[in-house]
């Protein structure tokens, strides 16, 4: 049987990756004394592997496909610009927190003398992105040294480092070690990825772009919520003019020709206070149910 070796990532993104996976149909089960979780899809090997090494090994060959961050795989082809690019499927946007996307800051003590990176010449600066840290101070011309940092680096500065490159969803960990960002290198975001030699062979291609739609229609319905409701057309107007949708209501006519169903997707966070005023505009049989997937 044909299958498709997966990378997925280990580390701060691996439960809400195993997580994404649940909603998109595949049973990831993780064993913390096993670097190859199991799947109930027998087209699948998958392999924990570090996001920051996921592009590496996808583009050696070593793994087919894997998901990880922009922000490693411009690592990988800062440090590599002979090789092929890598091949992006789709956009992932989730975080280990949120939905979202991720950004690599550039961040200094906050009764620190330094404005903008041109201040710290001269200067250390702690990060574990370090390739595109120095292409970004090398394309301002500004000689520092970059170090690497094997984590905890908010911690680094003032005495360890001047400065600090590091990721952040909030800025609240930053924020409670005292430190201001002064400018944003990149922002980053999963990305499930291959190489060529993968996208040749049509069969894996197919599985790839498979797995990418179901993983987008997870991600689309994180937070929404299906509602169906019945209601008499004379108050149809008034029910319609509550409910958004991801394009327009379905309307469809029941057994009285007086009343009609009307099932609609909504933002969960919306749901208690809609439901009240659907009851009041005539809406009847209120029911709200969770989504898995919607696919655009």
Known sequence: ?????????????????????????????????????????????????????????VADGVLDAGLTGQDWIREHEVGHPEEPP??????????KQSFGKVRWVLAVPEDSPFQRAEDLAG????????????????????????????????????VLADAIVEATETGSTLRANRLRIIDTLMESNTQLIANEKTLADSWKETKLDNIALLLKAAIEAHGRVGLMLNVRRDDLTAVLALLPALQRPTISPLSDQEWVAVNTIIEERTVRDLIPRLKLAGGQGIVEYPLNKIVL
């Open 86 to 95: 890598l091949v992006s499927i789709c956009d992932l946007i989730y975080a």
């Open 1 to 57: 049987m044909a299958t498709l070796r997966l990378g997925i990532p280990k580390g701060s993104l691996q439960d809400a990756t195993v997580q994404l996976f649940a909603r998109a149909g595949f049973t990831l089960n993780v064993n913390s004394r096993s670097y190859f979780p199991t799947v109930d899809d027998p087209e699948l090997e998958c392999m924990l592997i570090r996001a920051q090494e996921m592009a590496r090994y």
């Open 123 to 158: 200067k250390t600066i702690a990060t574990e992105l370090v390739r595109v840290t120095k292409a970004y101070f090398d394309a301002r011309k500004v000689d520092v040294d970059v170090e690497f940092s094997w984590g905890a680096t908010e911690v680094k500065p003032p």
